[in-house]
């Protein structure tokens, strides 16, 4: 099929080709997409009601569009995946820097081709690849970068005056003609660049260093920014925000089933020669710890809390097991609810502190997160079950001391020693009696959590389970956590 395509502005004519414009290209495919029922965005999770429709909206409208949202939401994804709405190959004049439409050239280059060589104008093919052009703003970019400036090299090399258009050194977006141009942290562009941008999404030229040379571009632009950057760094100015079609609003996963299929989704969990295996409860704990801590009063919620939380923490722990299998020669690597607190950096590097918060300290906040998430989830999954007899067991004196690195066989022998306890998690469904040690032993280990996060019984560090002490006059228990 490649070697039929036409080779020169003559055999482009006579395959009937026609010219059209970026938007009408993308829509025309959105509709032949949402007439077959396609997917439109196929691994964004969470969208479908919300994000995805007022995207799709903007495209059909033939709109430039800005998704605003915190990071880590899903944003450069979304704008990345435009591509699959482009055709999967154009024509462009050979030998052309700005991808100029064999029909209607807009560079000089282009032009003289043309004029030069008529329907022997020889034809290259861009692929839709390589159509779309990304940038992240910061306060360096400068108007060359991104529009162009005048090269003098060119200018003496080619016997040029420098008015002429033949000593341009295009910038990104006379690149990106007829294709899509992605610009990241738009807040973080100089007021100066921005202005810069004003007739691109207006009357769709540039001009460069003042000379009067006009590059009708056609082009798809959309912007991300962070609502935190427009008092941190800076701002999105007045009169481009008025030119962009459509602000659209991005949000962190609104239920835990949606979330924990985004870090099955995005986690790196392979290990080679071992077999992984995630409890399902232990997914909904890591995300939990992620839910609670965009309600937490003592966390930045105008910085927000990345869903990369609990891809990191996922893949934190999942090593953690694999070390242990590695030390114990276990094959299969089954991560328990303390292996969170041996991953605490995972959580902390991607919280930022109100003040509040620092006083506490990271550490600590990460510690309670994860406690609380053990017990919202075991309520979510076992709520109203009997454990008073665990309860008792560990009030008359009972202690239980589970080593980290212990196997999943010496836990489940361990656990054995604490009245009902799995005959609980069985009964709940958090581990079946075929199940596998592992997964048993990372279910008492939740349950366990719970009873402290409940003040039922005590931890002194993780794995090290007893009574509470009754202090004070009060008589009121006491957990024993570490901070």
Known sequence: MTELRP??????????????????????????????????????????????????????????????????QAKSRIL????????????????????????????????????????????????????????????????????????????????????????????????????????????????????????????????????????PLDLLMVFTANPEDYTSRGKIITPLKDRIGAEIRTHYPEAIKTAMEITRQESWITREGLRVEIPDFVAETVERIAFLARADKRVDQRSGVSQRMPISVTESIVSNAERRALQLGEERVVPRIGDLYATLSAI????????????????????ELIQAAAQRTFQDRAGGTDVEAIVQYFEQGGALQISEDASAAACV??????????????????????ASDGTRAAACELTLEALVGQRRISRTRPGRYGRVRRDGPTGKGFTGFDS
Not at 54 to 63: G, S
Not at 362 to 367: D, G, N
Request: contains cysteine; aromatic residues 6%.
């Open 413 to 434: 022998q361990g656990f054995e020693t604490v009245p009902g306890l799995l005959e609980l998690v069985e009964s709940v469904g958090l581990a079946t009696a075929s």
């Open 7 to 72: 080779r020169t502005l003559g055999e482009l004519k006579a395959a009937g080709y026609r010219t059209r414009t970026i938007r009408d290209e993308i829509r025309s495919n959105i509709v032949r997409k949402l007439h077959a029922r396609e997917r439109l965005f196929p691994g964004i999770e969470g969208y479908d009601e919300t994000v995805v429709p007022q995207v799709v909206n903007a495209l059909l409208a033939r709109h430039d569009f800005i998704l605003l949202g915190l990071r880590g």
């Open 80 to 215: 990345r995946q435009l591509v699959d709405f482009l055709d999967e190959e154009i024509p462009f004049l050979a030998g052309s820097e700005v991808n100029d439409d064999p029909l209607c050239p807009v560079s000089k280059h282009g032009r003289t081709l043309v004029l030069e060589k008529g329907d022997d104008a020889p034809i290259e093919w861009l692929q839709r690849d390589h159509r779309y052009v990304e940038k992240l703003a910061t306060p360096d970019v400068t108007i060359a970068d991104v529009i162009g400036d005048v090269d003098p090299i060119k200018a003496v090399r080619g016997g040029h005056v420098l008015a002429d258009e033949f000593t341009i050194h295009f910038g990104l977006l006379p690149r990106a003609n007829r294709g899509i141009f992605a610009l990241n942290e738009l807040p973080d562009l100089a007021g100066k660049i921005q202005v810069g941008l004003f007739n691109i999404l207006q009357e769709g030229d540039v001009q460069v260093k003042g000379y009067p040379i006009r590059l």
């Open 348 to 367: 902390t590097g991607k919280m930022e502190l109100e003040y509040e918060g620092e006083l506490h300290g990271a550490a600590k906040i990460a510690r």
